[in-house]
């Protein structure tokens, strides 16, 4: 089925949504077909007000959130309204949108690392005094609301949408946070901190609520209540293997996007035009990514190395650094010396090849570890096999695996492994 054989094939504004996400999401594979009619679809729909957005690490999450954010505003609109609209999103880096466009109705929040003492003021906002070193701020959902503005005076996009919250890595929020979030998506009443129950300051959020997650949301470790509430409606975002088709369209918005990028940063530091835009030349002349290099990128298992995220990182090397796709390909497979041997005699050769930072002995191997971890979970992230295989090989069932990635999480956040 293709992007315009869609039950909403008479929305006005369908011919405009449809460009905008040829534009930022490329590809005609199957999969990426899909992800555009979906969106379309949440977008069309006056009832869907939430939406989960699941996948695998760096497949783009965020930007597909800030996709779905500009649907729901221009859904309504006339063609040449939402065209003009929709025209006027800048992408940057790897066509991620650029939230300042979309910032007077539009709010996220990562909630990986989310320090619970903090987040109340985060979600809700907080009055002066209400604890010690409080001032007046709006939370999340108010912000949302009325628009970075007042409910007096609040913003179109916050009229029209009733304003969009995304809730990135919704699955690293704790439970008593969870709890304190329900009520909020159950459409009842919240407070400021310190104005909790007070005349005129009851505050409710009636908008859109898009929310991310890497994990599995079972209800073993996640309110069912809750995820009845953020899942109205799941999209998968697939990763790079699973749009293999799209590689080259995908690569060439990444590149445009790096481009993009490298242009404002050199214009940042040389100020003369004229001179920036020699530098630049000379970085993209010299720096091509080639047929053949196309071909090697292509070959790799993103998968395993960030996704989207990953192949980002490497094209910017590739451009502005000069690095080969032959060294970024070979960097991105396991090292044979890594695989044999013991553990010590790896584990040397890991310190042997870390560029010196000043750092010791222990600080050096705790960056190991944190290293190892982070592969790990975004292995088993990408990889359904490699979660069995290894719950199989441990003897434990794949539940208790997810809950012990879990424990790993939390010791990362309490050590600072990011």
């Known amino acids: 089925m293709s992007d315009t054989q869609i039950k909403y094939a008479n929305l006005p504004s369908l011919g405009a949504m449809v460009a905008f996400l040829q534009r930022v999401l490329p590809g005609q594979s199957n999969r990426t077909q899909r992800l555009r009619r979906e969106l379309i679809e949440f977008a069309a729909s006056p009832s869907a007000k939430s939406v989960l957005l699941t996948g695998p690490i760096g497949s783009g999450k965020s930007t597909v959130a800030r996709i779905a954010a500009m649907l729901k505003r221009v859904a309504h609109l006339k063609q040449d309204e939402a065209a003009a609209l929709l025209a006027g999103v800048k992408t940057q880096r790897a066509n991620q949108i650029d939230v300042n466009y979309m910032s007077s109705w539009y709010v996220e929040l990562p909630l990986t690392g989310l320090v619970e003492t903090l987040a109340d003021a985060q979600l809700f906002g907080s009055v002066r005094g209400a604890y010690t070193g409080a001032i007046d ?60 129950g007070k005349r005129d300051a009851d505050l409710s959020f009636e908008g859109v609520v898009i929310s991310a997650s890497w994990r599995s949301l079972d209800a073993q470790y996640f309110r069912p209540d809750l995820l009845s509430r953020i899942a109205g409606t799941t999209i998968e975002v697939p990763g790079l293997s699973d749009r293999l088709e799209d590689f080259d369209n995908i690569l060439d918005s990444v590149v445009v996007g790096v481009v993009e990028n490298l242009r404002k940063n050199v214009a940042k530091i040389e100020k003369d035009p004229n ?99 982070r592969k790990l979970r975004e292995m088993l992230a990408a990889s359904a096999k490699a979660r069995t295989s290894l719950a199989s090989n441990l003897r434990i069932s794949e539940t208790q695996l997810r809950d012990q990635l879990r424990q790993l999480d939390r010791q990362r956040l309490g050590g600072g492994d990011d």
């Open 137 to 196: 701020r709006p939370g999340i959902f108010e912000l949302a609301s009325y628009g970075r503005m007042t409910r007096d005076d609040p913003a179109i996009g916050a009229i029209v949408t009733g304003g969009v919250v995304f809730l990135d890595e919704i699955g690293d929020l704790t439970e008593a946070l969870q709890a304190k979030l329900l009520p909020v998506l159950s459409g009842g009443t919240f407070y400021r901190i310190g104005q909790e």
């Open 275 to 373: 001179a920036a835009k020699e530098w630049l030349n000379n970085l993209l002349q010299n720096n091509r990514i080639t047929d053949e290099a196309r071909g090697t990128l292509s070959k790799i298992e993103w998968a395993h190395f960030g996704n989207l995220r990953g192949l980002t990182a490497a094209v910017e090397r590739l451009v502005s650094v000069g690095i080969t796709a032959d060294q970024i390909a070979e960097e991105l497979t396991p090292r044979k010396d890594y695989d044999s041997g013991s553990t010590s005699t790896n584990l040397l050769q890991r310190l042997l090849s870390r560029s010196p930072n000043g750092g010791g002995l222990a600080a050096n191997v705790r960056a190991i570890e944190v290293e190892e971890r």
